[in-house]
Structure formats: structure tokens, C-alpha cells
């Protein structure tokens, strides 16, 4: 699991424990739910950014990657050593 995903995972547990504690506050006045419905929206938003940050960086490496691997193929002019692919 990338680093990327483990924020975003600890983001959206931490928005659920938010949410509950919302919503067992409101047991008591419904205006004390709202501090905790906010803080759950900032941590759930803070996680789906921290997800879609980790798929960008994930789809970079991967293009990287591709990119050295057709370049190393169009570089190496000694028949000998080309690979089997």
C-alpha cells in the first residue's frame, strides 16, 4: 500500500469516527452535530485528494516506466543484446 493510500485510508476512517461521534452528539442538540459533520466532510475530502494524488504519481511511474522501456528498446543497436521480447 502506497503512502498515498494509507493517508487516504486513515482520512476516511477518521471521517467515519467523526461522523458517529456527530451523530451521538446530536442525541443531545442537534446543533452540536455540525462540528463533527464538518471535520467528517474536511477528512473525506482530504482523503479522496490524497487517493487521486497517489493514482496521478501510480499512472506517472507507470508511463515512466513504459516510456525507458521503449526508449531502451530503440537504443540498443547491438543485435546480440536485445531481449527475447
Given amino acids: 500500500m502506497t503512502p498515498a493510500r494509507r493517508t487516504a485510508a486513515a482520512c ?21 452535530a455540525v462540528p ?5 466532510a ?7 485528494s490524497a ?5 496521478r504519481r501510480a499512472d506517472l511511474h507507470e508511463r515512466l516506466h513504459d ?3 521503449s526508449d531502451a528498446a530503440l537504443l540498443d543497436t547491438d543485435p ?3 531481449s527475447a521480447a
Fill in 12 to 32: 476516511h476512517l477518521a471521517a467515519g469516527f467523526s461522523t458517529l461521534s456527530a451523530c451521538i452528539a446530536a442525541t443531545w442538540h442537534p446543533w452540536l
Fill in 36 to 40: 463533527g459533520l464538518i471535520g467528517a
Fill in 42 to 48: 474536511f477528512l473525506a475530502w482530504g482523503g479522496a
Fill in 51 to 55: 487517493r487521486d494524488a497517489g493514482d
Fill in 67 to 69: 516510456a525507458a522501456a
Fill in 80 to 82: 546480440d543484446h536485445r
